[in-house]
């Protein structure tokens, strides 16, 4: 039963990072797809703000589809989001170029976007809090990292197919095998919902809605819990800038201001992914020993300290600058991003719980997320390569004061229905 469900979340979850960052990864070949030839920049620029469109409406999904985890069941919520998330990724892989369709092209790609957004939404929060549930009380912090891993795994899968993919035939990839991924991974996603449907509803949830608690306005609630709803925006608010700019800018900023090529890009990408998912597991079962508080504020100190340093040493243009580089972005999104989540969903009341972790998620995603790869864009622009890095460490800056400050240690709180942790204490014991 454990390997069903960690198997479930974690394939499921990495089929839906796949989907929705390769197309980060693919930013400069769709400029030239889908954006009119003339002005590289401008078509990259408008790329990059397609890429952030998709953010902004993650909080519409994280509220449609937590709400539905919360009313109608964790199970129910996971299945439907990966089903939408295996047609519109699939969708991108067909869609005509802008040779072809004009001005449709870039409209059909913001369309296939948006709706990987609303499906990203409630993803991630939906597959932490169902295992968090499942999970044996003194090991929720592996559980739950296991899943948070599972981004950067998936991730990882989208850089090394899109090197094989060049290696094979730079003509090929930039005439139609760019296209490969997308078809690919939505036929991933189809197995990750089958997956899931096999999956019995979270225990915690059971137990919530036999008793007639289950929430009637998960979103109203969330709203009311205030004092927690902003702790975890301020917490997730960096781990979207520092994410964000790892996957979703600093690839860009590599190959077209640090004058790395596509291909050393894309390895170092690949190799620092792998470091991260693997700091992830360490990091989620580290918190079960020390707790989850020490854990992040690390992480929220080596971003202050290692972010400019990390695009000042990307500038080099080698190998191995740049996973130097990617390694010191990757620290603070292992650190911050597992302990931030399994604190997250441990703060949260279960019967609000997939609402309010996707909710502050995803505000925090739309609204310092998705512009990570435009603002950096924009600040190399202005100000000079190191620009980035110091947005970076101003926010984290900020959020360590908050985390001092505001942030209590979750590790000893109860992650199931009250009635529940005795027993499943006991059970997990016995076993």
């Not at 700019?245 to 600093?250: D, E, K, P, S, W």
């Not at 000079?384 to 800056?397: D, Q, S, W």
């Not at 908050?402 to 005795?422: C, H, I, N, Q, Y």
């Given at each position: ?260 090529p596509a291909k050393t890009a894309l390895i170092s990408s690949g190799i620092a992914l792998v470091l991260c998912a693997g700091l992830s597991i360490v990091t989620g079962a580290l918190s079960d020993r020390i707790g989850r508080r020490p854990l992040l504020i690390a992480g929220v100190v080596v971003a202050v300290v290692g972010s400019v340093p990390a695009y000042l ?119």
């Open positions: 039963m454990q390997k069903k469900i960690l198997g479930a979340a974690m394939i499921g979850h990495t089929v839906e990072s796949f989907d929705f960052v390769i197309y980060g990864y693919s930013a400069t070949i769709i400029a030239r797809h889908f954006f009119p030839a003339g002005n590289p920049t401008l078509a990259l620029l408008s790329t990059l703000g397609v890429y952030g469109i998709a953010f902004v409406v993650r909080p519409l999904g994280g509220a449609v589809f937590g709400s539905l985890g919360d009313r109608l069941g964790r199970r129910t919520a996971l299945s439907t989001v990966v089903l939408i998330m295996a047609v519109a990724t699939a969708a991108v892989g067909l869609l005509p170029t802008y040779a072809v369709a004009g001005i449709a092209a870039p409209l059909l790609l913001l369309a296939c976007r948006l709706v990987q957004g609303l499906s990203i939404g409630a993803e991630y929060t939906s597959a932490a809090s169902y295992v968090m549930e499942q999970a044996p009380p003194h090991r929720r912090g592996l559980w739950t990292s296991a899943v948070g891993s599972a981004t950067f795994i998936g991730a990882a899968l989208a850089s090394f197919l899109l090197l094989a993919l060049q290696l094979s035939s730079v003509a090929a990839y930039a005439d139609w095998a760019w296209r490969l991924p997308f078809l690919l991974g939505g036929a991933m996603a189809l197995i990750g919902l089958y997956m899931r449907l096999r999956l019995e509803e979270s225990r915690t949830f059971t137990a919530i809605a036999g008793r007639g608690e289950t929430s009637p306005t998960p979103i109203r609630e969330s709203f009311r819990n205030w004092r927690v709803f902003l702790l975890l925006l301020a917490v997730f608010s960096l781990l979207a800038v520092v994410s964000q700019n790892f996957l979703g800018y600093l690839p860009t900023y590599l190959t077209t201001t640090g004058g790395v040493v990307a500038a080099g243009g080698s190998l191995a600058s740049t996973i130097v580089a990617e390694i010191l972005l990757v620290i603070p999104a292992a650190l911050v991003g597992m302990t931030a989540t399994i604190a997250a969903v441990e703060l949260v009341p279960p019967r609000i719980r997939a609402t309010s972790t996707a909710l502050t998620y995803n505000i925090a995603y739309a609204v310092f997320g998705g512009t990570a790869p435009l603002v950096g864009a924009l600040l190399t622009a202005r100000f000079g390569k190191l620009a980035p890095g110091a947005y970076i460490t101003v926010l984290a800056a900020l959020s360590l004061v908050v985390v001092l400050l505001a942030l209590p240690e979750t590790r000893g709180r109860a992650a199931t229905a009250p009635d529940l942790t005795e027993e499943r204490e006991e059970s997990w014991q016995a076993q």
